[in-house]
């Protein structure tokens, strides 16, 4: 019966130093808030990434939460235009940094020919956007689970957006 009281205190013992050591595991979310500071400049706490998909590729936009907060908004700006120029010259190097080398989407991405994505940066109200445009259907679908794999590693900090060009009247 001793024997078996100090097993049980031994599993109990047990039991708490890993729900200790599994709680002091990031998330995936946190690695990637984490990663993304050495990126991006901006807050992700005061911004919302919006992903939308389109039938040629999507649009990537970063709006401040606060629309007068001209440093976030600059920020932000400032950092989708850079992106744009990297991945229109094929650098993909800032995604592989903050969301992994195999995030989905990405190898098909960097592969593709400096002709084979339209790529267009612009401002937006209180922030920026990204567009792309292909006409190869194998990098819409990269593109696709690129942005899916963005809204998941982002959160609460991103949501998915609507293509309203589905939505036009006759």
């Not at 440093?71 to 992106?83: A, G, N």
């Not at 990204?130 to 690129?146: E, S």
């Amino acid at each position: 019966m001793k024997q078996l009281g100090i097993i049980s205190m031994g599993v109990a013992l047990w039991t708490a130093a890993m729900g200790a050591a599994v709680a002091q595991i990031p998330t995936r979310q946190e690695v990637v808030a984490e990663r993304g500071a050495d990126v991006m400049p901006f807050s992700l706490k005061a911004t919302t990434h919006v992903f939308t998909k389109t039938e040629t590729g999507g649009v990537q936009k970063v709006i401040a939460k606060n629309p007068d907060d001209t440093v976030q908004v600059r920020l932000t700006r400032e950092h989708l235009k850079d992106i744009a120029d990297q991945f229109a010259k094929g650098d993909f190097s800032g995604p592989s940094h903050i969301h992994g080398a195999d995030m989905p989407g990405l190898a098909d991405l960097q592969k593709a020919g400096r002709s084979d994505i339209a790529i267009q940066y612009a401002d937006v109200p209180a922030g920026a956007q990204v567009t792309y445009a292909t006409k190869d259907a194998k990098l819409v679908v990269a593109l696709h689970r690129w942005f899916d794999a963005q809204l998941s590693d982002h959160g609460s900090d991103a949501m998915p957006g609507h293509d309203h060009s589905k939505h036009h009247t006759h």
